[in-house]
Nanobody
């Protein structure tokens, strides 16, 4: 069974920084792209950043220049470094892997349980 586990959320003041981590566990052979999404109350879930297994990245316009996504393929872990945080960044952040090759097959669209990020003074 494949699982994604996020960590690193919390309460931070505007202008502060947080680093989120998402570790995938299970009988994993390889993971293609990995990404971070977020969902604020009353709003739809939106893509924040994504990274391929080759290191190509993409970002939402609202976080470009402030957030950095990276991954450690050997650890099946993806990170999101968030700097210059704003109150509008407040949301539950979810880790996503659209496709994971496992020892028994292929698992589509895996999600973590989410981690709360609150930016407030």
């Amino acid at each position: 069974q494949v699982r994604l586990l996020e960590s690193g959320g919390g309460l931070v003041q505007p202008g502060g920084s947080l680093r989120l981590s998402c570790a995938a566990s299970g009988s994993i052979v390889s993971i293609n792209a990995m990404g971070w999404y977020r969902q604020a109350p009353g709003k739809p879930r939106e893509l924040v950043a994504a990274i391929t297994n080759g290191g190509t990245t993409t970002y939402a316009d609202s976080v470009k220049g402030r957030f950095t996504i990276s991954r450690d393929n050997a650890k099946n872990t993806v990170y999101l470094q968030m700097n210059s945080l704003k109150p509008e960044d407040t949301a539950v952040y979810y880790c996503n892997a659209p496709g994971i090759v496992t020892m028994t097959g292929y698992k589509y669209n895996s999600w973590g349980q989410g981690t709360q990020v609150t930016v407030s003074s």
